[in-house]
């Protein structure tokens, strides 16, 4: 396994959990447990070849369309908007489909491309980019439906499709969705409001008192440098456990937790960028080879994408869009997601650092290693 997504893992659980522990201390057992899970989770599916991942891909594709056009119908929520997000069948059997979607398009788009080159049938993969985002859309869903459709861009150019090509991809699409543009809006007022509420509070502080934002914010700044610590007296923050929780570990941990986060997923993306560049030095490419390449860019962009998402909207930049701080945040959908691209990420490095020019039996890893 590679010692840097180990290290970046352990760290962000841990902080997450600390985090919990700061917003909602009754939540800990809960959440120490799912991370315990978790950990076993990308352990196991680690020592997977990708060739076992790519032959899964596309029923798993085809299973995470079910559950989003299954949100639409059962689907439960509606703190904003009346949106669905959630599949709930009672107990503890609740998640959200749109975060294994997210999974489920690197791993089909890997498989496709491996499978066809990236030169051939862009039409195909991108009507698979179209129709997982446009359920999540439905939902209605606009920061993981965002999320989605830039995954899917990254995917098609990490499988070495060319710039034009992606280029004339997103004119056309953006052609042919600005006449429905208006209608959504219309019909989920929720997002234009997030959206002056955003810009207001940029001209005044304070339109209409003290915004979450402005509340993440006080968190962080009480944190001062090294944190109080999660036992110490603190305000409410709403959504401190999950779409705030940057301002939980900030008020524990202070700017060094912060700083560790962000050391983490840099460490996730020099791991991911790793597997393509390895993989670039490697003639012939095999299919598999060029499949766990585009998983592990696919499956490190999931993750960090999402964490910068979070954190802008944490800093003001974005508008409150509700997507959660991946492997820190309270949410077990997120997490398990999550935790299974982390054992891709591991699956494709060891592949590509195997076939690399110059390795011996006697210099090549052992599997999981």
């Known amino acids: 396994m590679s010692l840097n997504l180990v290290i970046a893992q352990c760290l962000l659980l841990m902080l997450g959990l600390i985090g919990v522990a700061t917003a909602e201390p009754n939540m800990v057992p809960d959440h120490a447990t799912k991370i315990l899970i978790a950990l076993a989770l990308t352990f196991v599916l680690s020592r997977l070849r990708p060739k076992a991942f790519l032959k899964l891909a596309t029923p798993f594709w085809i299973f995470s369309l079910a559950l989003l056009a299954l949100v639409l119908f059962i689907g439960v929520g509606g703190e904003w908007g009346g949106g669905r997000r959630w599949l ?15 999974l489920a398009l690197v791993l089909q788009l890997a498989s496709f491309f491996a499978r066809r080159g990236p030169g051939k049938k862009l039409l195909s993969a991108t009507m698979m980019i179209v129709t997982t985002t446009l359920l999540v859309l439905l939902e209605p ?9 830039s995954l899917g861009i990254v995917l ?13 991809i997103l004119a056309a699409l953006t052609l042919f969705a ?27 502080a304070r339109p209409e008192g003290a915004t979450q934002i402005d509340l993440a914010h006080r968190d962080m700044r009480d944190g001062g440098v090294y944190g109080q610590g999660p036992d110490a007296p603190k305000y ?24 560790t986060i962000i050391f983490a997923y840099w460490l996730i993306v020099q791991s991911g960028l790793s597997a393509a560049e390895w993989a670039s030095r490697i003639r012939p490419l095999t299919p598999e ?17 999402q964490a910068f998402v979070n954190l802008a909207v944490a800093v003001g930049v974005f508008p409150v869009t509700g997507v959660p701080l991946p492997l820190v945040s309270y949410g077990f959908s997120s997490l398990l997601a999550k935790s299974v691209a982390f054992a891709v990420m591991h699956s494709a490095l060891r592949e590509v650092h195997r076939h690399l020019p110059g390795k011996t039996p006697e210099t090549i890893p052992a599997a999981g290693d």
């Open 88 to 102: 709930d069948f009672g107990g503890p059997v609740r998640f959200q489909p749109s975060e294994f979607a997210k």
């Open 141 to 149: 869903d606009l920061g993981t439906t965002v999320l989605v459709f």
């Open 178 to 204: 600005l006449p429905f543009a208006s209608i959504y809006l219309e019909k989920n007022p929720y997002i234009l409001e997030r959206i002056r509420g955003h810009q207001e509070s940029k001209i005044d």
């Open 289 to 305: 080879l060029h499949g766990a390449s585009i998983m592990a860019t696919g499956a490190m962009f999931m993750i960090v994408g």
């Open 156 to 168: 098609m150019y990490a499988a070495g499709v060319r710039f034009t090509s992606i280029g004339l």
């Open 236 to 259: 409410y923050l709403p959504a401190g456990h999950t779409d705030m929780v940057i301002a939980s570990v900030g008020f524990s941990t202070g700017l060094l937790g912060v700083a």
